[in-house]
Every structure is written in structure tokens, then in C-alpha cells.
């Protein structure tokens, strides 16, 4: 078992998000020492704190909670995650034990928040877990509240006059969550057990997802990452129309597998 992830100062870099220092340092700013009323199925340092793939697959069925400076509370739950392990996993940031500004908050405390942009304009929300350098993408959600503030959201990064958004398209997808829940860079190297403005939940009256209704599959986006790639990391919800991409085969094999058949 790695050791445990040491915790560092934020640290951003505004080169990096193309903002001044000052409207950087603004955006960041919530109150750290206020009192915060947190919901008593707040999911702690414990839950985090497990191997990546157990933790890609606890994480289904968990509910994202994001609460905006007007008080607005945005809320979905998790439908689709993906595992980097780390190490020896080439598809991952910190393959190799790399340690760069971009990638600290996967080699800090399990539950620590990891925001990365993608395509220069995109970002995606990953949690880290036990091992270093292991953390999980969180890939999609079911919007359950604020789906309005989410339209809206989603909408001011769309082009004018584009089509409105079905329900089930507004968080399918990495970026695409980000958006809808105005997660920003300055969440990245935040800890999802203590912090005031997101959170994770486990709703009391849900029973755990059963082992049949999780499918795994193959990451997508990454293939240049040739067997990497390949490794069935990705974890979603069977049949759930939030999951961004079904991989059909992914799901025949798994169900084969639960009925005891090769076939």
C-alpha cells in the first residue's frame, strides 16, 4: 500500500488559466473559517481514502454537490467514473510518478480535487484516492436540483441560437459537468471532505448500486495511449441515460459474466 499523500499550499498557476493574478486570487476566494452547515451524509476522509478502482466504483450512485455564492445549490448524482492509477498507468497524468504544478493534487490526501483543462478551454473534476498519483475523472452525472442555473450555465458557453438542451445532456460528460456546476480551476487542490462550496453526499434512503448494474468498460478520448487505453477503468451505470458513451460489447460481457456463460 503507497503511503499517505502529503498535503501542499495552493498553488495555481495564472499562466496557466489566462487571468490576471488579481481575478484569479477573487474567484478563489470563500470562507474558510465561516461556519458552514454541512449535510450529516457528507462523505469524508474515510470514504477517499481506498484503492482507485474500488474508489471509481464506490463513487457511482453518490450525489455531487456544488453550493454557489448566491446560496443556489447545484446537485447530481454520479452516473460515470473513470480510475487512473498512477505509476505504472501510462494513460495517466502522473504516469511514471511525474510530479508537475498541473497534476500535485493527485499525490495529495485521497479526496483531494483535481481540475485539469482540456482542449485549452475545457476542464474536468477528478478526486483523488490511496495511491500516489491515483485519481478518479468523474465522467458524468444525473442532474437532480438546479437544473435551471444548469441550463444556463451550460448555455453561455454554447453558440447563439444552438438548440436547448435535453436534461440527460447536461452533465454527460466530463466537461460538461464542470460547466453545469460552474466548477472552475480554483476548485483544483480543494478537499471534497471539508470544503464549503462542494461536496459529496450518500443518499440515505439508496442501497448501493449491485455489481451487475456496474459496467466496465474501456476509457474513451485517450486511445493514443495504445493498451492503457484498453484497460476496462471506465465505470458506469448500466442502461442510465446520463452515461456519456454505452459500450455495448463492455456491457454483453459483463452480463455474460454475472449469468455464468461465455457465450
Given at each position: 500500500m503507497a503511503g499517505r499523500k502529503r498535503k501542499t499550499a495552493?498553488?495555481?498557476?495564472?499562466?496557466?488559466?489566462?487571468?490576471?493574478p488579481a481575478k484569479l486570487n477573487k474567484q478563489c476566494e470563500y470562507p474558510q473559517s465561516a461556519e458552514t452547515e454541512l449535510c450529516q451524509h457528507?462523505?469524508?476522509?474515510d470514504f477517499f481514502n481506498q484503492?482507485?478502482?474500488?474508489?471509481?466504483?464506490?463513487l457511482l450512485g453518490k450525489e455531487l454537490v456544488r453550493r454557489c455564492a448566491d446560496g443556489t445549490e447545484l446537485r447530481g448524482r454520479i452516473v460515470e467514473t473513470e480510475a487512473y492509477l498512477g505509476g505504472e498507468d501510462k494513460a495517466s497524468?502522473?504516469?511514471?510518478?511525474?510530479?508537475?504544478?498541473?497534476?500535485?493534487?493527485?499525490?495529495m490526501e485521497p479526496g483531494t480535487i483535481y481540475v485539469y483543462p482540456i482542449y485549452g478551454i475545457y476542464l474536468c473534476m477528478n478526486v483523488s484516492s490511496e495511491g500516489e498519483g491515483a485519481a478518479v475523472l468523474l465522467r458524468s452525472l444525473e442532474p437532480l436540483r438546479g437544473q435551471r442555473a444548469m441550463r444556463e450555465l451550460r448555455a453561455a458557453r454554447r453558440k447563439a441560437g444552438a438548440r436547448q438542451l435535453k436534461e440527460?445532456?447536461?452533465?454527460?460528460?466530463?466537461?460538461?459537468?464542470?460547466?453545469?456546476?460552474?466548477?472552475?480551476?480554483?476548485?483544483?487542490?480543494?478537499d471534497l471532505a471539508s470544503d464549503p462550496d462542494v461536496w459529496l453526499e450518500r443518499e440515505p434512503s439508496a442501497?448501493?448500486?449491485?455489481p451487475r448494474d456496474i459496467v466496465s468498460a474501456p476509457s474513451v478520448g485517450?486511445?493514443?495511449h495504445g493498451e492503457w487505453a484498453k484497460k476496462?477503468?471506465?465505470?458506469?451505470?448500466?442502461?442510465?441515460?446520463?452515461?456519456?458513451?454505452?459500450?455495448?460489447?463492455?456491457?454483453?460481457?459483463?452480463?455474460?459474466a454475472m449469468n455464468g456463460s461465455d457465450a
Open positions: 495552493l498553488g495555481l498557476n495564472p499562466t496557466d488559466l489566462k487571468v490576471s457528507r462523505l469524508k476522509e484503492p482507485c478502482i474500488s474508489l471509481a466504483k464506490a497524468h502522473s504516469a511514471g510518478g511525474k510530479r508537475t504544478q498541473r497534476n500535485a493534487a493527485m499525490f440527460k445532456e447536461l452533465c454527460n460528460g466530463p466537461s460538461k459537468l464542470c460547466q453545469a456546476l460552474n466548477i472552475s480551476r480554483c476548485f483544483d487542490r480543494r442501497t448501493p448500486p449491485e485517450i486511445e493514443s476496462p477503468w471506465r465505470f458506469y451505470l448500466r442502461g442510465h441515460p446520463c452515461v456519456s458513451v454505452a459500450n455495448r460489447e463492455a456491457e454483453r460481457r459483463s452480463g455474460n
